[in-house]
């Protein structure tokens, strides 16, 4: 899209011409439609859980809870569970905001991958309990130091290892590993879970893309997770990459700097 815009030339005698300056606003234009569909996506996203809780509150509130309380309880775990929904997807959606005002600026120092990933296995380690899935010792090469900002390397090791977790079945397990090249390090996340197909991964970044919407959704998952990686490896100065096959597994990894 191209906007043309006349401007007069004039000297002490009058209108002596006219100059077109012509103004590519295309890019102006997607950024202006990706802000809206965001907006009309976060809507959305609040929309359901809200609505959800307001139609049980309402069906309790009108008598369910005295004439039947077991059926009472159902609802009200209903209600909880969307209610964790809603608070999980304002906490991505302030994470988002954070990290593109660049507000939470990065405090990069020497840290010790191997600690982080210890902390990060650590707290996802119920998860995978819960869920069946065993967590692997770290692999590949240890005593490496990267720099970096140790709680957003942890958030980045947390939500791939969760997605890991996630996104395979019972009685699979899911391993980290560490490799230097040259100038930096680069970890990765893997697991033997249900994969991605091909088609699906050009956009696997984009916010609240989801290979299977309500998979995600059973999983608690909000569609921020990975983009919220994404800006974090990016703002160290990394590269995020994923590399997988459906129905046998994923491999997420990412780069960071090597701390002199
Ligand atoms: P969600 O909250 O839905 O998990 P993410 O941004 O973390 O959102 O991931 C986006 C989508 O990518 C997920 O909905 C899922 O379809 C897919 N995905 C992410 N990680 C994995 C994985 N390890 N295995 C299979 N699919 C995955």
Same mark, same amino acid.
């Given at each position: 899209t191209v906007l043309v815009h006349w401007v007069p030339l004039r000297d002490g005698d009058g209108l002596q011409g006219a100059v077109a300056v012509f103004h590519d606003i295309s890019a102006f234009k997607r950024v202006e439609k990706i802000r809206r569909d965001f907006v009309a996506n976060v809507s959305h996203e609040l929309r359901t859980p809200v609505t959800v809780i307001k139609g049980y509150a309402e069906t309790l509130l009108s008598g369910a809870l005295a004439a039947d309380p077991e059926r009472a309880e159902r609802f009200l775990l209903i209600i909880q569970n969307h209610a964790d929904r809603l608070s999980g997807l304002v906490r991505d959606l302030l994470t988002l905001s954070e990290l593109e005002s660049g507000e939470m600026g990065m405090q990069l120092k020497p840290v010790a991958l191997d600690e982080a990933i210890r902390q990060a296995l650590l707290l996802v380690g119920q998860r995978g309990e819960e869920k069946g899935v065993q967590l692997e010792q770290p692999a590949g090469e240890a005593g490496l130091t990267v720099q970096a900002d140790r709680g957003r390397l942890e958030q980045v090791l947390i939500n791939l290892l969760d997605n890991a977790i996630k996104y395979s079945e019972t009685g699979k397990s899911v391993g980290v590993e560490t490799a230097r090249e040259g100038d930096l390090v680069r970890v990765s996340v893997r697991d033997s879970g249900i994969g991605i197909p091909e088609k699906d991964l050009p956009r696997? =970044?984009? %916010? =609240?893309? %989801?290979?299977?919407e309500a998979r995600s959704r059973d999983n !608690? !998952?909000? !569609?921020l997770g990975l983009s919220i990686v994404k800006h974090i490896v990016q703002a160290h100065g990394g590269t995020l990459e994923v590399k997988s096959e459906q129905g046998k597994g994923s491999v997420f990894s990412f780069t960071l700097p090597i701390a002199r």
């Open positions: 696997l =970044f984009e %916010r =609240f893309y %989801r290979v299977d !608690g !998952g909000t !569609g």
